[in-house]
């Protein structure tokens, strides 16, 4: 179910998995030479109604014109941050459609980075930046920017011990274990126009991310998301709000020798789930 921050919509439609790949091979250097996004665009207005009461479609815009219109417009897009891009496409569609009341755009971002040789790249990641802009005929109601799908592991500096021990425990404390965990984040702006930032404060709060997971020694997970959370908002003023929430995925042991040396595998279906919110 989506969510708008403007509140519940009594009707909203679109058009979602919508795949740009916008290239550049005479790209100026520093600027990208391949933006990928997957994009869904949501609109809402007493327009659109009718289409839902009596099947009158006169107002309504298909939303494979909605396809096309993501597509064709990713031309003319000038610009290489998902919020910008985001927010360009928002604004143009209620430019273009005078019966919308207002536009939702989220966009994640399909990467590849460049191999040494020019012209040649792969997927990177595995995380993935991705950003939400809704706009109103009036304002910009919602900048949130994310990063989605750290795999994230150490070999070391990471204990689980002094827990509930009752009936139900099978699981040994453990005193320096391999770990390994997935992380999601979300983020709000401290004012709007800080979302507009040519990327900066995505890659910001990913160097905080990893800084903090190949630093600090943990007792916890709770315990690292908490630092990744406080090293974010020390680091990047622009940020007033983060969410964290990261999966417990630590491989289950086969066999080790010397606490140096060890086989795993991953671990089984039932995973910890761990979410914290931290405000400035």
Known sequence: MEQFASGPKH????????????????????????FGANVLLLTYGDAFLPTYTTGDNTGLVATDSMKNFIQRETLTFPGESLEEFCQFLGAKFLATYPQAEGVQVSASEIAYAPLEQGGAFVPSGPERASARIELSRDALIEATSALRGFRLLRLAGSSFRGFVRDKYTTLPELADRPLHMWLDLEWRYTSSSDAFSDGRVTANVRRSVFETFQSFKSGSIQQVIYQMGTRILENVPEIAEVHLEAQNRTWDSVAEQDQTLGVYTDPRPPYGCLGLRMTR
């Open 11 to 34: 009707q909203y439609y679109g058009k979602g998995d919508v795949i740009v790949y916008r290239l550049n091979r005479q790209a100026e250097s520093g600027r990208r030479s391949v």
